[in-house]
Each structure stands twice: as structure tokens, then as C-alpha cells.
């Protein structure tokens, strides 16, 4: 069993510098047990225009390294992660309360965007071209200048690393908005930055919440904005970011379906859909949220349920973010049992001995809802399934592309014709195959659809690079007897 530990107070991150000017105004409390385990500042306008001022006076320097100077950087800093893997392993489990090895998981990805990231160079390869004898046109990808990215809580050490090293590695310099409730990784971020050589100001963080996102928003020197958290805050940050006329794409939240057919693998399945609902507590945005059982799916429903009942809170099943997620999430399970559906496997009432203190809601498995109900429709994001029955492939479609959501879908089947009709017919935009978490691993990139994302292209991978960088196009002619461009 771990220790939680009380951690230093956060603070501001500027200029390479903690700042100590910030009111320390928010307790963050470890979901483990319900702690207090340190204090963050509730930052203010003036403070984020701090750290823009900063990051706007690192980017000359910054942005005319080069690139293999700029990656040496995050080769380093991707060899601290690994280093330091055991400690940023415990810090995510103490914000954010996920087991051990949903932790662990969440560094080790972590590393694998950095990868990505120091690859860039292989990547972009500028283009060259004699466009008329003696004249030659170059396109090159510049960066924008100061960005910022703001991200949730459910994955404090990854998250931050689908923005960070793409948008820096490209010559960008940043202001960074971590979850008020989860800091303390980004804080970390930081300092291992730092150590491997970043220099001040290319990285700044600005605690708080909604006013330093509004700051980030109106702020006449940000570029760009990457947002991840919620649909309802993605649409206020994608508005109010690009009616400034900046950049901006922004994630939201999800509603996953996956289909079931009667002749999936019934073992391989109901581990599949379990693992999907109960990994990191169903906080995920990738989260199995409705199982479509299509036509006679009643043995996998059967393996579920014995799956769903050998998980332990507090041993394989962590806690949830907060005290109002845990009623928010057992109130919708009540709602739906109210409404006449079936519960299965009850987490509600869930208590851990020795964490009494703590927020955990045990697996749920919901059977027989319409597609009426708030469990179908509604993200609920915890440890919570909502099983709809249909009665064939096409009922199962419309079913899912019924979803304002559209981040990921799954289809469990051994038949190739099926799994293909779902791959392009379902309205999401990342998919697995008998695969309960289709998360694209890099270089594929990241993000979904309809209400799940706003903004052109996704957060990671190559989408990434269009992203964080314009293009300039220069036309060159040095030799003076050449023709001239047909243009000129
Ligand atoms: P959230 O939307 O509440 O918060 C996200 C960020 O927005 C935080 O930094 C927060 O301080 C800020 N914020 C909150 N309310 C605000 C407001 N009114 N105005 C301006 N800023 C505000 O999200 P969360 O609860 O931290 O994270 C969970 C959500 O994130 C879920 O909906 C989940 O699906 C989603 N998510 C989506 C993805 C994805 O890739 N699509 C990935 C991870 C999480």
C-alpha cells in the first residue's frame, strides 16, 4: 500500500522560476483518501500575462535553434521520465487516484509522445523546388510563437505530453494550464524540463481555473489553443478562442459504444469490455460507456458480470476524482434503476477499509436500457456500463450514430463483414476491432468526432505538426542571368 504523502505547495511556473506571488487559495485532495495533500494558487489575469510575457521574450532564441538542438532536449528529458518513473508513477496515483499500474501506464506513454516528438526532424523535410530556370521556390514549417495548452484531470502526466513536446520541439514556447484538482505532475514536468537543459520561459504554467483559461483565451500574444476536458467547457474554449482569432482545437468528452455480436470470443470480449469500463475508474475519454448487445449475447452479459464482481476497489479498481463524482455517477445509476433498467452489478455505496476518506464507486453493469435513458445518452465517466439490446447490425449502428459524442467505437465479432461494416459506418473517430480502448499508439494520432472534438485536424502525431507550425514560402533567385519568375 502506498504512502500519500503531503507534497510542497504549488506554485506558478515562469521564467524557469517558481513563483511564490500567487495566493495559495485551493486545497488538492488525494481521491485515495480524501487528504489534504498540498495547496495551489488561484491564478489571475495579470498572472498569466506574466508567464506570456515570458514565454513571447524566450521565443527568439528559442525558435532560431535548430531542430536537432531543440530534440536533444527531449531525448534527455525522455530518459528523466524513465529515471524518474517510480516517483511520477506515485504523484499521478496521489492526485488522481488510479492504481499502480494505470499509472505507470500513463508515464510509459508519456515517453512514447516524446519519441514522436524527437522523430520530428525525420519528419518534416523542407520542400525545394526549381519552379523556372534559376528560380527556386522553399516551403518550410515555422512555429507560431507563444501557445498555450490546457488540460483535465483524468490524465495529468500524459495529457500534458500530447502538447508539450511536438509544440516545443517545433520552436513554439508555451503557457501551460493544468487541471486545479491534478498540479502536481505538471509541476514535475517542469522541473525535469529544466534539468534536461530547456531554457527559462520556453515552459510556463499558470494554476487556476476558469479566469486563467478566459486569460488564455483573450490574450492578444497566444497563438494558438489546445484544449482537453469537458464538451461543455471544449465549446466555451473553442469560441471564445477563435472569435479572438486564434488557433485553437479542442477535445471533449465521450460517450463510447461498443457493438457485441453473438459470435465474438465470449472470454476475450468480456474481459475486453470490462477492462474498457472499470480502467482508470471509467475516467477515461476512451471509456466503453454502452455495450449494443446484438441479438443473443447472453453468455458474454453472463462472463461480464463474474469479471465485473472479482474486481476489488482499492486493489484493482481505483478511486474516482472527487466527492461530487462519486454522487454524481451513483446518482445516475439510481436514475437509471428508477427508469425500470436492470442493475447487474451495483458499485454504488462502495467503501475501501482503511480509506474511508476516499471516493470509490465499484463496477456497474446496467441491463436493459433504452436509449431514452440519461445513462445512454449523457457521458457519466466512472466505472459504469448501460447495456442497450438491438436486434441486428443496422438497429446496433444507428443506435451508436444516435451519440452526440463520437471519440471512439469498438465492434467484438469473428466475422471479418462485420467488424468492416462497423469500421465505416460507425460516427467516431477512432475504432477498434476486438479491442475494448482503441487508442491510436504514436505516430497515429489522437482525437475524435462530432461533439468529441472541435477544430480542424487532431491533437497528436502529424495533425500535431500542422498544428503547432505555418508555412513560409520563399521564391529565391541568385544567379543574375536567369529568367524571372513567370509571376513577377
Ligand atoms: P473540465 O472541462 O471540467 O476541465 C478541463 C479544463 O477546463 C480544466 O483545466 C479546468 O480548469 C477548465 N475549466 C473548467 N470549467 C471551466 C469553465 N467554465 N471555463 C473555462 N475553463 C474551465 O474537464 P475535467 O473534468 O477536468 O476532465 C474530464 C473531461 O475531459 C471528460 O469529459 C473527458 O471525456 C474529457 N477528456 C477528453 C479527452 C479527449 O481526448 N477527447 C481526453 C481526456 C479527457
Do not use: T
Given at each position: 500500500m502506498e504512502t500519500i504523502t503531503k507534497q510542497p505547495q504549488v506554485k506558478n511556473y515562469i521564467d524557469g522560476q517558481f513563483d511564490r506571488n500567487g495566493q495559495n487559495s485551493m486545497d488538492i485532495i488525494s481521491p485515495l483518501d480524501g487528504t489534504v495533500i498540498s495547496t495551489l494558487p488561484l491564478s489571475t489575469g495579470q498572472d498569466v500575462d506574466k508567464a506570456v510575457k515570458a514565454a513571447k521574450k524566450a521565443f527568439p532564441a528559442w525558435s532560431s535553434m535548430t531542430f536537432k538542438e531543440r530534440v536533444q532536449i527531449f531525448f534527455r528529458y525522455r530518459s528523466l521520465l524513465e529515471k524518474n518513473m517510480d516517483e511520477l508513477t506515485n504523484l499521478v496515483r496521489i492526485e488522481n487516484g488510479k492504481t499502480y499500474g494505470e499509472a505507470k501506464a500513463e508515464v510509459e506513454k508519456s515517453m512514447e509522445l516524446c519519441e514522436f516528438a524527437v522523430s520530428i526532424p525525420q519528419i518534416i523535410v523542407n520542400e525545394v523546388q526549381?519552379?523556372?530556370?534559376?528560380v527556386e521556390c522553399r516551403i518550410e514549417r515555422k512555429p507560431l510563437g507563444v501557445v498555450a495548452s490546457i488540460t483535465p484531470f483524468n490524465f495529468p502526466n500524459m495529457v500534458p505530453h500530447w502538447t508539450v513536446p511536438n509544440a516545443l520541439v517545433l520552436g513554439n514556447t508555451m503557457v501551460m494550464k493544468p487541471s486545479e484538482l491534478v498540479p502536481l505532475s505538471t509541476v514535475r514536468m517542469a522541473e525535469l524540463l529544466k534539468e534536461a537543459g530547456l531554457p527559462d520561459g520556453v515552459f510556463n504554467i499558470i494554476n487556476g481555473g476558469k479566469e486563467v483559461v478566459e486569460s488564455i483565451c483573450d490574450h492578444p500574444d497566444i497563438e494558438a489553443v489546445s484544449f482537453v476536458g469537458s464538451t461543455k467547457v471544449a465549446k466555451i474554449v473553442y469560441k471564445r478562442a477563435t472569435s479572438n482569432l486564434k488557433r485553437c482545437v479542442a477535445l471533449g468528452g465521450a460517450k463510447n459504444h461498443l457493438l457485441v455480436f453473438p459470435d465474438a470470443n465470449p472470454e476475450m470480449t468480456a474481459s475486453n469490455v470490462v477492462a474498457s469500463m472499470v480502467g482508470c475508474a471509467g475516467q477515461r475519454c476512451m471509456a466503453a460507456s454502452v455495450m449494443v448487445g446484438v441479438d443473443k449475447v447472453q453468455h458474454i452479459i453472463d462472463k461480464m458480470v463474474i469479471e465485473a464482481k472479482n474486481i476489488v476497489p482499492g486493489e484493482n479498481l481505483g478511486s474516482v476524482i472527487s466527492a461530487e463524482a462519486k454522487k454524481r455517477i451513483e446518482a445516475y445509476i439510481s436514475e437509471a434503476e428508477a427508469d425500470g433498467a436492470t442493475i447487474l452489478v451495483d458499485g454504488r455505496n462502495t467503501a475501501v477499509k482503511g480509506k474511508e476518506g476516499g471516493y470509490y464507486v465499484g463496477p456497474t453493469i446496467i441491463d436493459h436500457v433504452t436509449t431514452d435513458m440519461s445513462v445512454a445518452r449523457e457521458?457519466?465517466?466512472?466505472?459504469v456500463i448501460s447495456i442497450v439490446r438491438a436486434k441486428d447490425l443496422d438497429e446496433a449502428i444507428e443506435i451508436e450514430n444516435g451519440s452526440n459524442y463520437g471519440n471512439a467505437a469498438a465492434v467484438f465479432t469473428q466475422s471479418g463483414g462485420l467488424a468492416k461494416q462497423v469500421m465505416e459506418?460507425?460516427?467516431?473517430?477512432m475504432i477498434g476491432v476486438n479491442i475494448g480502448v482503441p487508442v491510436p499508439r504514436e505516430p497515429f494520432s489522437f482525437g475524435g468526432w462530432n461533439e468529441s472534438k472541435f477544430g480542424v485536424g487532431d491533437i497528436t502525431g502529424r495533425s500535431s505538426i500542422e498544428f503547432w507550425t505555418q508555412n513560409k514560402k520563399t521564391t529565391v533567385k541568385w544567379n543574375p542571368e536567369a529568367r524571372t519568375n513567370w509571376m513577377s
Open positions: 526549381e519552379v523556372s530556370k534559376g457521458e457519466i465517466f466512472g466505472p459506418r460507425a460516427s467516431a473517430g
